[in-house]
Structures are given as structure tokens and as C-alpha cells.
């Protein structure tokens, strides 16, 4: 009686290791695999079986057969054979498209060793990695030519420009790249701080009317010079949000300086607001060249330009719409785009009224779209 209870003492307090085991194995983001010494699969969790779309634990079948991955195949068969910790990474089609780093271990046994795989999933790390080289690429390309230009200008003056008229051709091209770097480097610094974990806003009760008028005020002339019509039509007085003036005004004055850039002489730039709701609607419509279709979903990206050659022709960096949907985000809001190639393109921004809004800044703060 006694070696029958010491027995069954020790299958329940094995039992009970086993199933703390197993909550651990389904606890974990990671993916586990355990196979024998020929490869038959002895164990798995439920992030594997998520992870390579599995219905059921694949348990007896080995792990070509259940998984298919010839490559996640070397790298087990490379540690079994070797026995030493193995490293890899493998690519999956389905059920998504996804890159997992895998750690293999043998386990040893006196058949032969069977092995352990812990699989992690980067995929996300994968294209953070991208987006980040691509973001440097970009920002190099858009430095690389002002200083080129600020560079062969300054050589030409050195080298002794031959009349004042040249000389001072030379220096107003090195301003104009100057103030080029300089646009770029703040919108840079603008995004970062918008994209941080904290981005500084301080919302106020705004009289639409009066901040709009702001902003068509600072464009009117320019409007004026270049044959556009620049027509405002706000709401009543009375009508108001909440919002941080100097955010708000940055959106509207990029929408609208991205506006004239892109409208010819004769045209038109409307900027309107309009009650919806709880909500505040403005319209920044222009009657210029267009946007393709295919390229509407990307004039958010940072440095997407439908047409580089005339938008560098034109200025600006290629961050401004990227600051502008960062900046409607934060303040729980939306914004979309519609366009007709050769009839004009049209901002409609979607804001909390002044009642629908909290007073508290850091309920206003939503997460921003990095796209």
C-alpha cells in the first residue's frame, strides 16, 4: 500500500509538471516544435500551429510532412546530424506571408537525437528594417542634390566668377538650396516629433471661421501673383473646435501651398468648412492636374511624389502630406483624398467639433499611421 501510494504520488505530481509545461508552451508567442530522432513530431503549441496554419497538433507525422517547408527541413536535419545549436530563418506563403527566425537545439537520447526548434516571428521586424532603409535612402537622395548644387556654385565662386551678374546668380542659387536643406530638415524634425511617444499638442477651443481665414490670408497673395482664385468660404462665427492652433494651421497651409503648387494660371483653390454632425468637415479642392488613380493611396507616404521632376521644380520636401494625416491622427481625426486626372484633386479633413472633443490632450492623442 505504501509503494502504491508513493507511485501514485509521483504519476500526479508528474502529471501536474506536465501540465504546467504545456500552459507554458501555450503562453508563448514563440512557436515550439519537439521532434524524435527520426523527425516525428512529439510536441507543438498553438503560436506554431498559428503560424504555419495548422488545424490540429500534427502529433506522430513528421516535420516535412506536416509543416512542407523544405528549408525549415536542412535546418532541423543540420542540428539532429550535428548535434549543436542551429540558426536559420524560413519563409511561409500561407496561411500569410511571414518570416520566422528559427533557434534549433538537439536534445540528445540514446536512440538518437531528437531536437527542439523555438520559432520567432520578424516579420514585422522585416519591414520596420525596410521602411527604415528606405527612409534613409530617400532622405540622402533629397540632401544629396542641394549639396551638390551648393557645392559646384561655391567651387564657381572660388575659381573667381567673372562679372557681378554671375557672382550674384551663384549666390541666389546657393539661398534657394540653403533654404531647400532647411525646409527639409525641419519637416524632418516636425515628423519625429509628431511620430514620438508624447507628440506636443495643446488643444484650445478655435473658432473655425477665424483660423481658417488665417491661413487664406497668408496664401492670398501668392494666389494673386500666379492667376488663381483663391476662394474661402467658412462657416458661422459661432462654429468651433478643439484643436491646437498651430498644428491645424500647419495642415491646412501645407493642403493649401500643395494646392497651388499643382493649379495653372486661371484656375481655382476652395477652401471651405462645414458642420457634420458632431463633427467638423473641411474641403481643400483645387482645379488642377490631377492624381492618378493608382497613386491615391500613397500621396501619404513620406517622399512619395506622383511627379518628382515637377514637384522638385515646384519645392517642397515630399513630407508635407505625410505631417499633415500625422497631425489630423492626433487629433482624432481623418482624412482622405479623391482626384480626376486634368479636373483636380480634393482634401476632405474630418474633425471632432468643439463638443466632441476632450479637454483632456491626451485623449485627443490617437496613433499615428507611419505608413
Known amino acids: 500500500n505504501r509503494l502504491s501510494g508513493e507511485l501514485a504520488a509521483q504519476r500526479t505530481e508528474m502529471l501536474a509538471e506536465r501540465e504546467h509545461l504545456n500552459g507554458v508552451l501555450e503562453s508563448m508567442v514563440e512557436g515550439v516544435l519537439v521532434t524524435d530522432e527520426k523527425g516525428r513530431i512529439l510536441q507543438t503549441n498553438a503560436a506554431l500551429q498559428t503560424m504555419f496554419g495548422l488545424a490540429r497538433p500534427p502529433i506522430g507525422r513528421t516535420s516535412l510532412e506536416a509543416l512542407r517547408n523544405p528549408g525549415l527541413e536542412d535546418i532541423l536535419a543540420r542540428a ?41 516571428d520578424i516579420t514585422r521586424l522585416n519591414k520596420l528594417e525596410a521602411l527604415r532603409r528606405d527612409f534613409v535612402a530617400n532622405v540622402s537622395h533629397e540632401i544629396r542634390t542641394p549639396v551638390t548644387v551648393i557645392r559646384g556654385c561655391a567651387e564657381t565662386l572660388i575659381g573667381g566668377a567673372e562679372d557681378e ?7 541666389e542659387i546657393i539661398i534657394r538650396h540653403a533654404d531647400r536643406l532647411t525646409d527639409l530638415v525641419d519637416d524632418l524634425l516636425a515628423l519625429s516629433s509628431l511620430e514620438s511617444t508624447a507628440p506636443p499638442i495643446r488643444p484650445e477651443v478655435l473658432g473655425v471661421a477665424e483660423l481658417l481665414a488665417s491661413v487664406e490670408e497668408a496664401f492670398r497673395l501668392r494666389a ?23 498644428l491645424l494651421e500647419q495642415v491646412f497651409s501645407n493642403l493649401l501651398d500643395n494646392a497651388l503648387k499643382h493649379t495653372e494660371r486661371g484656375g481655382r483653390v476652395t477652401l471651405s468648412a462645414a458642420p457634420d454632425g458632431d463633427a467638423m468637415v473641411f474641403h ?17 507616404e513620406r517622399f512619395f511624389r506622383v511627379d518628382r521632376a515637377r514637384s522638385r521644380k515646384l519645392g517642397g520636401t515630399g ?15 481623418r482624412i482622405t483624398v479623391r482626384s480626376r486626372l486634368g479636373e483636380g484633386t480634393e482634401f476632405l479633413v474630418r474633425l471632432p467639433g468643439a463638443d466632441a472633443a476632450s479637454a483632456d490632450p491626451r485623449e485627443m492623442q490617437g496613433v499615428p499611421d507611419s505608413r
Open 165 to 171: 551678374g554671375e557672382r550674384r546668380r551663384f549666390t
Open 319 to 333: 513630407l508635407g502630406l505625410a505631417i499633415v494625416k500625422h497631425i489630423v491622427l492626433l487629433h482624432g481625426g
Open 80 to 120: 539532429s546530424r550535428n548535434g549543436e545549436r542551429t540558426s536559420g530563418s524560413v519563409r511561409l506563403s500561407h496561411p500569410l506571408e511571414r518570416t520566422l527566425e528559427v533557434g534549433v537545439a538537439s536534445l540528445g537520447g540514446s536512440a538518437g537525437p531528437g531536437v527542439v526548434a523555438v520559432f520567432h
Open 284 to 300: 481643400v479642392a483645387d482645379t488642377g492636374c490631377g492624381i492618378p488613380a493608382a497613386d491615391l493611396d500613397r500621396v501619404f
Open 224 to 246: 494673386a501673383e500666379r492667376g488663381i482664385v483663391l476662394d474661402l468660404r467658412a462657416p458661422q462665427p459661432a462654429i468651433s473646435l478643439r484643436g491646437d492652433r498651430r
